[in-house]
């Protein structure tokens, strides 16, 4: 067999369960982009383990050939951190919804960012509550009219990026599900990076968010400027905080931190130099 017929496409990671999401979900340029980004980086379905979350984005992890885990509302990051300091040689990707990951699940975020562990958190955000038909999310846009503020959302949604970026987050980027191409390429980016990496994805849902469409970011979608320097964490902010676009690209990257497991190695080293080395040894220090 030639090489080029060992080489996995994008098809190959597909598993035989089909989405079911709703016809138009931005879900399923996301998924398509992730697919593409495995073929292009070559990974084996025996190196890749997705842990993802409540909502409709968090059956992502049914559809793929990899280790799975569908965890409870909220707890995939915590529960992916675990993964990845049990066995840290997979490559652990993270999916969730706006919902899950902003909301019960939000307080985990700044954690994850001051132990940097190396993975990367999708984050599908349709600013609202997809499966449980279409009560608001952090992210949903203040006057919005939904079956939990029937008279129009009071409060002001979230702003993830400048969340990402305050908590230290040492990788963070923004793409569009329409452009399934710059997605891939944002994640295969993502997964090179030695830390903890967030891409956010804008995935319009079609059937329960009338406001954030994909009419409407398609007039308000811009790359980031090629003179932007990702290491520059003010120039991150005022990209994030411009407030007439919605740029897409890698907004930040620190790949000078040590990352979670790195110190988790020095702990088992200083550990192992510490403790005795066999079981007689150590039945020894306790009787």
Not at 259 to 270: G, S
């Amino acid at each position: 067999m030639s090489e080029e017929a060992t080489l996995l496409k994008p098809k190959d990671y597909k598993n035989d369960v089909e989405p079911i999401w709703c016809p138009g979900c931005g879900d399923y340029g996301d998924l398509a982009a992730f697919t593409q980004a495995l073929s292009a980086m070559q990974l084996n379905t025996s190196e890749i383990a997705i842990v993802s979350g409540i909502g409709c984005s968090g059956r992502f992890s049914h559809f793929i050939k990899s280790f799975a885990f569908h965890t409870a509302h909220g707890r995939a990051l915590p529960t992916a951190i675990g993964v990845k300091t049990a066995n840290p040689k997979l490559k652990v990707f993270v999916v969730g919804g706006d919902g899950d990951g902003l909301s019960i699940g939000g307080g985990h975020l700044p954690h994850a960012a001051r132990r940097n562990p190396d993975l990367t958190y999708m984050i599908l955000d349709n600013a609202i509550y997809g499966l449980t038909k279409g009560q608001t999310s952090p992210t949903s846009p203040f006057g919005m009219v939904t079956s939990t503020s029937p008279t129009g959302l009071e409060d002001p949604p979230l702003d993830p990026l400048r969340m990402f970026l305050s908590y230290g987050v040492s990788f963070v980027a923004r793409g569009f599900s329409s452009d399934v191409k710059g997605v891939s390429r944002l994640v295969q980016a993502a997964v090179e990076h030695r830390g903890f990496s967030i891409v956010l994805l804008i995935s319009p849902c079609p059937t329960f968010n009338q406001v954030i469409t994909f009419d409407f970011m398609k007039e308000r979608v811009v790359p980031i400027p090629e003179t932007h320097d990702p290491t520059n964490l003010d120039a991150a902010f005022r990209l994030a905080l411009d407030q007439e676009n919605y740029y897409t690209g890698i907004f930040y990257r620190n790949d000078s931190l040590a990352t979670m497991d790195d110190k988790l190695e020095v702990q088992r080293k200083q550990t192992m130099d510490k403790q005795p080395r066999t079981l007689d040894a150590l039945i020894a220090q306790y009787s």
